[in-house]
Each structure stands twice: as C-alpha cells, then as structure tokens.
C-alpha cells in the first residue's frame, strides 16, 4: 500500500531539488498527468453534446453545445447567446438535452 505524503514534504522537495535535470524530470511527470486528466475528461464528450461550465470572466454558469473536439480543448457554443468558447476538457461538466 503506498504511504500518503503531506503536499507540503512534497513541495519542499521539488523546492530543494538542486539539478536542473532533477526539476525538469518533475515537471515533465506533471506535464503528463495533467495531459492525461485532460484527454480522459474529452474522450466522453462528443459533437452536440450539452455541457456547462463556469464563466469567471462573465461570472456565470454558462450551458453551451460542443461543436468541436481537439486534443487539448472543446469549441463550444453558447446556446443562449452564441458566444463562442474554446475551453479545457476538465472544465466542462456534461448536462441532459434541455
């Protein structure tokens, strides 16, 4: 069983790391977990599904239609205003058909 790390240990860590190469090997492992979150996160969504996602810059939820689905980000749409959005898969939160 593996033993959980207080996040702070880690951060002393990574912070203490004297290589160059050490840093790189830790953000390259970073990288990729997060690259996987967000292609896992985007295989389960498709052209014309609904989903919502929070607008920090309207401050508002906001429900759109996926019209296009990259590697890294989904092209959506507004379906009540029409306003273009291109967002990352982890945003999004995939809602019934109204």
């Known amino acids: 069983m593996a033993k959980l ?4 240990d880690v951060l002393t860590f990574i912070y203490n790391q004297s290589t160059a190469e050490d840093r790189r090997a830790i953000s390259e492992a970073f990288n ?3 690259k996987d979150a967000s292609r ?3 295989a389960g ?3 014309g599904d609904t989903v919502e996602f929070f607008s920090e810059k ?3 939820t906001v429900r759109a239609r996926i019209t ?3 590697r890294m980000t989904i092209h959506c ?3 009540n205003s029409g306003t273009k959005w291109r967002c990352s898969p982890g ?3 995939k809602v019934a058909d109204p």
């Open 91 to 93: 945003l999004l939160k």
């Open 68 to 70: 296009k689905v990259n």
């Open 32 to 34: 990729s977990v997060r």
């Open 5 to 8: 790390i207080n996040l702070s």
């Open 40 to 42: 896992q996160a985007a």
């Open 45 to 47: 969504l498709r052209i």
């Open 77 to 79: 749409v507004d379906v």
């Open 58 to 60: 309207q401050y508002r």
